[in-house]
């Protein structure tokens, strides 16, 4: 016998969480991977061309992607100034990370970059006029003094590829930032003008600066068109798994980047991590932590005032 009247309430279909854990699981390693391969390739190729062939690489295996949902669909994009400043700054922050490994260890030029959630937290009442509590400004300075104690400031940490991997570290930043202004553009859109402008802008460095271009070794071509590949994979995982699962969940598995850098730096390149930068890492990803839960915790407070009844 059937009814118009379901007996029990409809329930909800749950999200995948445990498929978006292991997507942001298999994302970092990728990204580390793409880390670890590019430190390789920089002692062989420029950056800038190292640059330019990733792009071009990871635009190729997004191609048939863009033509089933319509070329015009993901080119078209919402305030084109932002959208530019935005791929520009990410082009710049790979630039930086690949020339600073080149020179540092993984491990320790990683370190810039797990600090970026703090930079974007001290950031964000600047630039996006958000409130920052004094608990979280508090996680802010434990941060930056992890920054510290893992770098050991000095006249070594003052060299040039340290400034340059702080200055990519700050430019990613703020593109993280300026994707928040961005909330309803589509993830594939986003993804394509990022290498889109990662590959103008190797393509500018390549025509500025001298010897950014040498021929191609036959045995190692392929290489840097799979950094692309590794990397616009890591990309379409990790975004996927931020909307099969909270933020809450699946952010803090982002840290595993230095595990990784570690264990990758240490079977491939011999680097063992200084105790100064454990203990440093420890507070970074305390306080980034820290701030993400306490981030996640003001989001709902503020989620069940508005449903509140006047």
């Known amino acids: 016998m059937s009814s118009t009247v379901p007996l029990d309430p409809p329930v909800a279909r749950p999200r995948p969480v445990g498929l978006g854990i292991a997507f942001m699981l298999l994302g970092m390693l990728l990204f580390s991977l793409n880390d670890t391969m590019g430190k390789w390739l920089v002692e062989t190729y420029p950056v800038l061309q190292l640059m330019a062939i990733r792009s071009v690489a990871a635009l190729l295996v997004l191609l048939p992607l863009v033509l089933s949902r319509g070329l015009s669909n993901v080119i078209r994009v919402e305030r084109p100034g932002l959208q530019a400043l935005r791929s520009l700054l990410f082009a710049i922050d790979a630039t930086a990370f690949y020339f600073a490994v080149r020179f540092m260890p993984l491990a320790d030029a990683m370190i810039y970059w797990l600090a970026v959630p703090i930079y974007v937290a001290a950031l964000s009442p600047f630039l996006l006029g958000e409130k920052v509590g ?90 840097p068109a799979l950094l692309g590949v590794v990397a616009m ?43 100064s930068v454990i203990i440093g890492a420890a507070l970074i990803v305390a306080s980034g932590l820290f701030i993400l839960f306490r981030e996640q915790k003001i989001k709902k407070g503020r989620s069940r005032d508005e449903q509140r009844p006047d």
């Open 134 to 223: 004094w608990r979280r400004w508090t996680a802010i300075l434990i941060g930056f003094a992890g920054v510290l104690v893992a770098l050991e400031p000095s006249r070594e940490s003052l060299s040039l590829p340290a400034l340059v991997a702080f200055f990519g570290s700050a430019c990613f930043a703020i593109a993280i930032i300026l994707g928040r202004t961005l909330r309803t553009t589509p993830d594939m859109t986003l993804v394509v003008w990022q290498f889109v402008g990662s590959f103008v802008f190797s393509l500018i460095g390549i025509a500025v600066v001298p010897g950014s271009w040498k021929a191609l070794d036959p045995e190692t071509i392929l290489l």
């Open 233 to 275: 994979s890591a990309h379409v995982l990790v975004s996927r798994s931020l909307k099969l699962a909270d933020a809450a969940t699946v952010v803090p598995l982002q840290y595993t980047l230095l595990f990784w850098a570690v264990v990758f730096g240490w079977i491939f390149f011999g680097d063992v991590p200084r105790l």
